[in-house]
């Protein structure tokens, strides 16, 4: 069943650490599951979403789109991550929208199961606090990046922190104009910049991969420590 691959995955999660099988039981039965296909809306910008979203599988980004249409993707998901504690610990407004990349299954647990373990269980709401902090520390980082570093360096970073084996897969939904608006820029710039990295010996890339052929070059070129 379903709720029993839930049931398994909110054992392992940090925040829910400490609470009973019975307790896990409750929150996994209180679940709804929706399936969403690509370019499918999660959830939008300015609406009030009060469910914690579990993405089983799946990808997703998170944007913000201007009045002229542009879009700054501010975050990508991946399968196995939490996300909306705005809606849940706040009633806010989404500060952003949500699309699903490719076929994405996620789990809505409801606000009113998740208050009955936190009034129950405090220390679990100060585990939600600081997933919700690391997040926006993240963003706050990005947010420095975005004014502070070059289009370059952007790049560079991003492909330090999510190359697996010094090999950037590139999706479908990983395509010049994705990558190009959560960099903050356009696919032209960033053309530019995997032209002058790859001609530099630094990287190669095909349509399937970007990959990394000196890792301290790309570290001293963007100036990041330890790269």
């Given at each position: 069943?379903?709720?029993?691959?839930?049931?398994?995955?909110?054992?392992?999660?940090?925040?829910?650490?400490?609470?009973?099988?019975?307790?896990?039981?409750?929150?996994?039965?209180?679940?709804?599951?929706?399936?969403?296909?690509?370019?499918?809306?999660?959830?939008?910008?300015?609406?009030?979403?009060?469910?914690?979203?579990?993405?089983?599988?799946?990808?997703?980004?998170?944007?913000?789109?201007?009045?002229?249409?542009?879009?700054?993707?501010?975050?990508?998901?991946?399968?196995?991550?939490?996300?909306?504690?705005?809606?849940?610990?706040?009633?806010?407004?989404?500060?952003?929208?949500?699309?699903?990349?490719?076929?994405?299954?996620?789990?809505?647990?409801?606000?009113?199961?998740?208050?009955?373990?936190?009034?129950?269980?405090?220390?679990?709401?100060?585990?939600?606090?600081?997933?919700?902090?690391?997040?926006?520390?993240?963003?706050?980082?990005?947010a420095s990046d975005l004014s502070l570093k070059t289009v370059?360096?952007?790049?560079?970073?991003?492909?330090?922190?999510?190359?697996?084996?010094?090999?950037?897969?590139?999706?479908?939904?990983?395509?010049?104009?994705?990558?190009?608006?959560?960099?903050?820029?356009?696919?032209?710039?960033?053309?530019?910049?995997?032209?002058?990295?790859?001609?530099?010996?630094?990287?190669?890339?095909?349509?399937?991969?970007?990959?990394?052929?000196?890792?301290?070059?790309?570290?001293?070129?963007?100036?990041?420590?330890?790269?």
């Amino acid at each position: 069943m379903q709720t029993d691959i839930l049931l398994k995955r909110l054992q392992t999660f940090e925040f829910l650490r400490g609470l009973d099988n019975n307790t896990l039981t409750g929150l996994a039965k209180s679940a709804r599951w929706k399936v969403f296909p690509p370019n499918a809306i999660v959830f939008w910008e300015g609406n009030i979403e009060t469910d914690l979203y579990y993405l089983q599988y799946g990808s997703l980004k998170v944007l913000k789109t201007s009045p002229d249409g542009r879009e700054q993707v501010l975050r990508f998901i991946s399968a196995g991550e939490i996300f909306n504690e705005v809606g849940v610990l706040a009633k806010r407004a989404n500060p952003a929208t949500a699309v699903a990349l490719e076929e994405s299954g996620i789990w809505l647990i409801p606000r009113e199961a998740l208050e009955k373990i936190v009034l129950a269980h405090p220390y679990t709401a100060l585990q939600i606090i600081q997933n919700m902090a690391d997040k926006i520390i993240e963003l706050v980082t990005f947010a420095s990046d975005l004014s502070l570093k070059t289009v370059e360096a952007r790049f560079i970073k991003l492909l330090l922190e999510q190359a697996e084996g010094g090999v950037l897969t590139r999706r479908r939904w990983t395509n010049q104009t994705e990558l190009a608006a959560h960099l903050g820029t356009v696919p032209d710039v960033l053309s530019r910049v995997l032209r002058e990295l790859t001609k530099a010996g630094l990287i190669e890339m095909d349509k399937q991969q970007i990959r990394i052929l000196n890792r301290a070059g790309l570290a001293e070129r963007a100036m990041i420590e330890g790269g």
